[in-house]
């Protein structure tokens, strides 16, 4: 996994816009990422890591999309069933 390495300057900027869930959720997916800065976790994975709902997950990963700290990206295995999505750090 990669190490976690993150610019104060720029999570500072995002923590007024963010719950802080939301960012204890991003520091867990910096730590779990790859050098590539990208990562596929299951949310209930997430669940786990943050001892929070799944519905609370889903708002704080929509937080996080919404101001430009993560990029989600869909996938699915080749018979059509969901997989883990794969996600993206931006800052």
Do not use: W
């Not at 960012?23 to 890591?49: G, H, P, Q, W």
């Not at 943050?50 to 430009?68: C, D, T």
Request: hydrophobic residues 40%; negative net charge.
């Amino acid at each position: 996994m990669g190490q976690l390495s993150i610019n104060r300057a720029l999570l500072n900027e995002f923590a007024p816009r963010v719950s802080p869930e939301a960012i204890v959720l991003y520091l867990i997916l910096a730590d779990r990422a790859e050098e590539d800065r990208t990562l596929e976790m299951s949310v209930k994975d997430m669940c786990n890591a943050l001892g929070k709902s799944e519905s609370y997950v889903k708002k704080y990963l929509s937080e996080m999309a919404r101001e430009g700290m993560i990029e989600r990206e869909r996938r699915q295995a080749a018979d059509g069933g969901n997989l883990s999505n794969k996600y993206t750090l931006l800052i």
